[in-house]
């Protein structure tokens, strides 16, 4: 096993690795890779951060080696652990071994150094307690989770785990979907109390927030989300009406990474969701869905206007022009035909038009610098838009005559 663990991880990191034991035991303390990691290198997938379990002061050993890396170090006091980037990109998390003690179910829990044992035992799932000690490349499993992975099971470690952390509750859903996990029986029953006891409630929202970051996130939104339907805990949370096949039909256009992801997703759910929390939970987002909103109201006048006429590219530059394109991206999927056309009009030709002028041409074409000349320049962009005028010569010199001209149009920009 130590010689299969040792050949998964990548040279480089094992280089790093090396370096880190040979620190920790100057410090006299011992070190270990935890957590994910172990599961995902025992699993065969990629890995991305790390966890380092220090029997010791993770902070000083994070400071020490993360100074010898050169990278900024951040330290969150309150659970004595820090966040260093060592080697070329490893960001890794030192934490100092550790017991918590859960004052009240949802609430963030006191902690107090101790062995690796407890801290090993404060985990949520077995799949997530295994050690690799940094010293000899050891797998260290005091809970059967070498035994739950091969069996690809998710296991609670003890009755209270999803009431002492509901956020486990969400966990366990995410890697039910993205590792393809079964929930072993009781671990189910458990987890199925403390949704119907209303666990999720207790959350703060900021937790909450997290949690529903962090689905975001997973390649299969749309399953974990069914799955929450399915045990009760979004009517729990949003205690409102939706159509659940609505939603996972629009989940399953949702961009496959970027932040544009993370948006359709969250305008997903305002727009199929009417709830106070979801508002809450998701206010990072709550901008992008008032761009949508505005949207969808100057859309409707315009139509009222100008029935179902195409619109110049002046028009769908103003129309546009103040939305995010992750909204844009959005409405291109759940608007009508014609509505959807504009939006790839805007796309694909205005966002691309070639538009060569700057404040400094204005002025040099006799406009006073100063407050208003951003207003010209947008008007300005707009006739070269309006009238498809390209090369930086021919915007300049219709810019020329514009300003020799009556300068009725300059107001219709
Ligand atoms: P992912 O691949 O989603 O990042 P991960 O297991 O690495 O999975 P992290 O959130 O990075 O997830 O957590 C690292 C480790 O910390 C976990 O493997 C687990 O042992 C522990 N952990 C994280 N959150 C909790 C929690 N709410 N309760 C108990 N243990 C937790």
Known sequence: MKRIIKDRLPAELQKVLQDVNADVKDMGYRAYLVGGVVRDVLLGNRIEDLDIVVEGDAVEAARIIGGKYGSAVKVHNRFKTATATIGQRWKADFITAREEIYAAPG?????????????????????????????????????????????????????????????????????????????????????????????????????????????????????IFLRMHELGILEQLFDTEYSIDNVCELLKNAPVRGCERKTYIALTLFDSIDSKLLGLILHKYKKYYEQLSCLRRK????????????????????????????????????????????????????????????????????????????EMLERAKKLILKNRIEGKDDQIEYLRSMVKGSGEQWDRA
């Open 107 to 223: 609430a963030l829990p006191d902690i107090r150094p101790s062995s690796l044992y407890n801290d090993l035992f404060r985990r949520d799932f077995t799949i997530n307690t295994l050690a690799v000690s940094l010293d000899d490349y050891t797998l260290i499993d005091y809970f059967r989770g070498l035994e739950d992975i091969k069996d690809r099971k998710l296991r609670v470690l003890h009755d209270k785990s999803f009431i002492d952390d509901p956020t486990r509750i969400f966990r366990c859903l995410r890697f039910e979907t993205q590792l393809r996990f079964e929930i072993e029986t009781k671990t189910k029953s458990l987890l199925v109390e403390a949704i119907d006891a209303g666990f999720p409630l207790l959350l703060s929202i900021d937790r909450l927030s997290n949690e529903f970051e962090r689905l975001f996130a997973a390649n299969e939104f749309g399953r």
């Open 299 to 374: 859309r409707q006048d315009i139509w009222r206007n100008h029935g179902s006429e195409k619109l110049d590219f002046s028009e769908l530059y103003e129309l546009f022009k103040s939305v995010d394109m992750a909204v844009i991206k959005f409405l291109m999927t759940v608007e009508d035909e014609a509505f959807q056309k504009c939006a790839k009009e805007y796309c694909e030709k205005v966002v691309r038009f070639p538009m060569h002028i700057s404040g400094e041409d204005l002025k040099a074409l006799g406009f006073e610098p100063g407050p208003d000349l951003g």
